[in-house]
């Protein structure tokens, strides 16, 4: 990727909290314009990595560059390009939405009638000017991370930083804030994105690194990384649990490859070609006079590549997985 594309570089980044290491010679590309997402089990080094890139935390070594500025030399460059939205909401309950952005525009030494007009565009983007005069302790979860994400914003950063910023909503107040996200791409904003609902990132993010040790070990688009766990699959469900031994025998599958689930009356394998393998799969079915309630193909889901990517015994050990 040409550095021009790039807005945030990661080179062998490393962190160490006394003798835990959190980052572990981390590399990292985001493309500007962009939604990036990164996954990880807790304690994998997503918020470290979100602190660093903030200039929150010092690296102890790697190169580090956030919209084209060094975080330890340019420090003070970056911070005047991003924005940050932390796990939790850093809003004043007792002072209404709108208070709170002027408040927030001011702390960024803009001037009184500069920050109102900019809490009033905000206000107006996030669909909260019907509310913006209402106190904060009468929103609800999700216009509060969507004030939240206004305040964020209130400078127009180049580079936006979400950690986990749907943690405890619901799902509408989920789909407000995506949908809020959403729209500052389309504007232009970068964002880097890390969360604990894989949903969230095969909604979102245009391109996913998995991280976990301190390191990426694995990198590509979600359609990408779900090749990683065997790529397409076919689930049959039969009628009677007790034709499932006769269905993995007369199936054109791959019978060392069909996973059995009695309980569920389902058989599961991989295929190569999709429509033939349905196709294959309906016509053994009929001939047979095996009854299905159900055949279906699907991708692997990215709670499968996730489980995939980071349970196996040899992380310490893993290369990175680009595809």
């Not at 550095?3 to 570089?9: F, H, Y």
């Not at 979860?141 to 914003?153: E, V």
């Not at 001939?287 to 889901?301: F, K, M, N, Q």
Request: glycine share 10%.
């Amino acid at each position: 990727m040409p550095v021009a594309d790039t807005a945030i570089g990661v080179e062998g980044a490393h962190k160490k909290y006394g003798e835990r290491t959190a980052l572990d010679g981390l590399d990292l590309r985001v493309a500007r314009g962009t939604v990036h997402g990164v996954l990880g089990p807790n304690g994998a080094g997503k918020t470290t990595l979100v602190r660093i890139l903030s200039t929150l935390l010092r690296p102890d070594g790697g190169r580090i560059e956030v919209a084209g500025h060094d975080v330890v030399t340019d420090a003070r460059e970056v911070r005047r390009r991003i924005g940050l939205l932390g796990q939790h909401a850093a809003l004043d309950e007792e002072l209404s939405g709108r208070q709170n952005l002027e408040m927030f525009g001011r702390l960024h030494h803009l001037g009184a009638r500069h920050a109102r007009v900019r809490a009033g565009e905000l206000l107006e983007r996030f669909g909260l000017t019907d509310t913006g005069r209402a106190s904060v302790r009468a929103y609800s979860g999700g216009m509060r991370r969507r004030l939240d994400l206004a305040a964020s914003l209130i400078t127009e950063p180049e580079v936006l930083f979400l950690d986990e910023p749907t943690t405890g909503l619901d799902p509408r107040g989920r789909a407000e804030v995506w949908a809020s996200v959403r729209s500052l791409v389309g504007g232009g904003t970068t964002v880097l994105l890390t969360t604990q609902y894989l949903e969230e990132a095969d909604q979102l993010a245009d391109r996913i690194s998995v991280v976990d040790h301190g390191r990426v070990v694995a990198d590509g688009t979600a359609d990408e990384l779900k090749t990683l766990t065997g790529g397409d699959r076919i689930d049959v469900v039969l009628r009677d649990a007790g034709q499932l031994g006769a269905a993995v025998a007369l199936l054109p599958l791959p019978a060392a490859d069909v996973s059995v689930d009695a309980d569920r009356r389902l058989l599961s394998a991989p295929v190569a070609d999709r429509m033939a393998a349905l196709a294959g799969v309906v016509r053994a079915l009929e001939a047979s006079g095996i009854e299905a309630a159900d055949v279906a193909l699907r991708r692997p889901t990215l709670d499968e590549v996730f489980l995939h990517l980071t349970a196996r015994d040899d992380r310490t050990d893993r290369t990175k997985e680009t595809v």
